[in-house]
């Protein structure tokens, strides 16, 4: 047996990462800027989404991540906006290489914001890159305030976090505080937008915050 | 989840290494964000290895703590990153491990 130092790869590129960045190339060059949007089932990613796109419907398109059905995609389209559907078929999260082929059905040459809806999920969507500029976490008010502490894995690398439903803060023991805390303590410089998709409060934060950054990823 | 595709990308990886060879042994380092169960990937690596032809090695998957630089200039190790820096009790800091993958080691049999 030889013990062989350089026989050691050191640290790993994954095959997916490899196609993330390819998809990433592909990306800037179009100056897309482009979200990678995480949460859990029933927090509201489509619903955010809805109202989002009632302001820049013409210049987005969607790539919806479910494991059954194509009822996101059909919601989305009936904003206006482009829409494609992956059905997982079981998976619990989008990678890149299911990216890459959803993107071949859009057309993407007015797009500025391109957003993949990812399979509800806070775990396995986290460590999966797609090529996206940013991930953003996706949390709701009566899930609780501790899911940012159980899940650092996704809010260390989350850019932004939108804390959905706040319409139900009356009705629910949830310290707005708590979640936003553990969230810069994760990610110092990680954007909070208190938000509710059904009275559209904090709408207008988030929509700045979306065309500050797509002006900047803009080819000049 | 995805232990047996990172499996396979570490398997890939040491072969380009040492193409055509057995491997007696390999210790994988797995960061604690990089949401990949250790004893999983451990039994994912053995039969990937075998399918693939590196042999029967004996794989040893570590969980590594995360490497912390803070702004106040600290730099160490925690298993909790929700705890503040020890120096400053700050939280003004960035992670420098614990997404990665890396194969720390490797042992050949003889060719």
Same mark, same amino acid.
Request: glycine share 10%.
């Given at each position: 047996m030889t013990a062989d130092s350089s026989a050691a790869p050191g640290k790993v590129v994954s095959k997916n990462a490899q196609i993330a960045e390819e998809n990433r190339r592909f990306f800037r060059g179009k100056g897309l800027f482009v979200l990678n949007l995480i949460g859990s089932p029933g927090c509201?990613?489509?619903s955010l989404l809805e109202k989002t796109l009632e302001r820049v419907a013409p210049r987005a398109a969607v790539v919806e991540g479910d494991i059954k059905t194509t009822l996101d995609a059909d919601r989305i389209r009936r904003t206006g906006a482009q829409a494609t559907q992956i059905e997982t078929g079981g998976a619990?999260?989008? #990678?890149?290489?299911?990216v890459a082929r959803a993107i071949q059905g859009l057309n993407l040459d007015a797009v500025e914001f391109l957003f993949i809806e990812n399979v509800g999920n806070l775990v396995c969507p986290s460590s999966v890159d797609l090529g996206e500029d940013m991930k953003v976490a996706i949390i709701s008010v009566p899930e609780g305030d501790e899911k940012p502490a159980k899940y650092p894995a996704?809010?260390?690398?989350?850019?932004a976090v939108v804390i959905n439903?706040?319409?139900?803060?009356?009705y629910v023991d949830y310290s707005v505080a708590r979640a936003a805390g553990d969230c810069r303590k994760l990610n110092p410089n990680v954007e909070v937008f208190e938000l509710s998709s059904k009275t559209g409060a904090?709408? #207008?934060a988030w929509v700045s915050f979306l065309e500050r950054h797509a002006l900047s990823a803009r080819p000049r | 989840m995805h232990e047996l595709g990172m499996a396979r990308d570490i398997c890939r990886a040491v072969a380009e290494k040492s193409p055509?060879?057995?491997v007696a042994s390999m210790t994988v380092e797995v960061g604690a964000l990089a949401g990949i169960a250790a004893d999983a990937l451990e039994f994912c690596i053995s039969e990937v290895a075998r399918e693939e032809g590196l042999g029967d090695p004996e794989v040893t998957v570590k969980p590594t703590a995360t490497r912390v630089k803070c702004s106040c200039g600290a730099e160490y190790s925690t298993e909790d990153i929700l705890q503040p820096c020890p120096s400053c009790g700050g939280y003004q800091r960035e992670f420098l491990s614990g997404m990665d993958i890396v194969v720390s080691a490797v042992e050949l049999e003889n060719a």
């Open positions: 509201g990613k489509t619990c999260h989008l #990678d890149a290489a299911m996704l809010f260390v690398r989350a850019s439903k706040i319409d139900l803060l009356p904090g709408v #207008d | 055509g060879r057995r």
